[in-house]
């Protein structure tokens, strides 16, 4: 009969597929009671808009996190704005780095078409103090942030401590690679000299506190920190009888440090292969 007609497409071909982005022609024809039809073409822009994350996105207070975003066609504009904040005072720019609030909670974020504001997309992410969480700004633990907050003129005397110990592990361990890779001789010696250092540059209670944090990152295996535990407190214990090096070499050459013999499979807790 005589009236308007509303046409509709759901962006699916032929084939009930979803079409690619992109400018696709519609063509409409309408047929009259006497046989005469009229035809109208109309453009038809498909966006597609979303967000790739981490299935689970998780950031300490005031941390940062990246977000991704995809638009098609790529000439049109993403708006990144906070939906709701839990961790009181997010804030995220225009290239989707997030920035926490000082508060656990959760905070969503959307991404918006800039010139059509009905194509958009969300996602979350978790705010929570967990100490094994790494801060990515810093390359640390939370725990190790909110120690050296605590014990800035230890960390200060620190600073190179890392960089310190490639050369000292670097220099005694020269003739076998595998004493410079992780759950080796090598940083076996590694971790008692850096605790014996820190421990006579600063006290053996304020070395239990850093070291203790910098083992605490979540998915460390068993395995890797009980040995670095290990050798850590041997670092500290022998720290008052003399020059770090030395003291740490001869714990070394009398069995006191532990390492794994195979350095690829530190799945255990309780096997350790440090015989001499």
């Not at 969300?122 to 633990?141: D, F, I, K, M």
């Amino acid at each position: 009969g005589v009236g308007e007609r509303t046409a509709t497409w759901d962006g699916r071909n032929g084939s009930g597929q979803i079409v690619p982005a992109g400018t696709y022609t519609m063509q409409i024809t309408a047929s009259g009671s006497g046989g005469t039809t009229e035809s109208q073409t109309h453009t038809v822009e498909v966006i597609k808009i979303g967000i790739t994350s981490q299935s689970r996105m998780e950031v300490c207070p005031g941390c940062t996190v990246q977000f991704t975003g995809i638009i098609e066609p790529v000439d049109r504009t993403l708006v990144w704005s906070i939906l709701n904040d839990g961790s009181a005072g997010a804030s995220i720019n225009q290239n989707g780095l997030l920035t926490a609030g000082s508060r656990e909670g959760s905070i969503e974020v959307r991404i918006t078409d800039s010139l059509l504001q009905n194509m958009h997309d969300e996602s979350s992410v978790t705010v929570w103090q967990a100490h094994g969480l790494r801060n990515p700004e810093t390359g640390r633990t939370v725990a190790e942030d909110l120690w050296i907050n605590d014990n800035l003129w230890c960390a200060a005397k620190n600073y190179n401590i890392q960089q310190e110990a490639d050369n000292i592990q670097g220099t005694i361990f020269v003739d076998d690679p595998n004493d410079l890779e992780d759950n080796s001789r090598g940083n076996a010696f590694r971790h008692a000299w850096i605790n014996c250092m820190v421990s006579q540059r600063c006290s053996q209670e304020q070395a239990v506190g850093l070291w203790n944090a910098h083992e605490a990152i979540d998915g460390n295996p068993c395995g890797n920190a009980t040995m670095d535990l290990w050798n850590n407190s041997v670092g500290r214990a022998v720290s008052a009888e003399g020059e770090c090096t030395e003291v740490v070499l001869n714990a070394l050459e009398d069995g006191r440090l532990r390492w794994f013999e195979n350095i690829n499979d530190p799945d255990t807790c309780t096997t350790w292969i440090n015989q001499q």
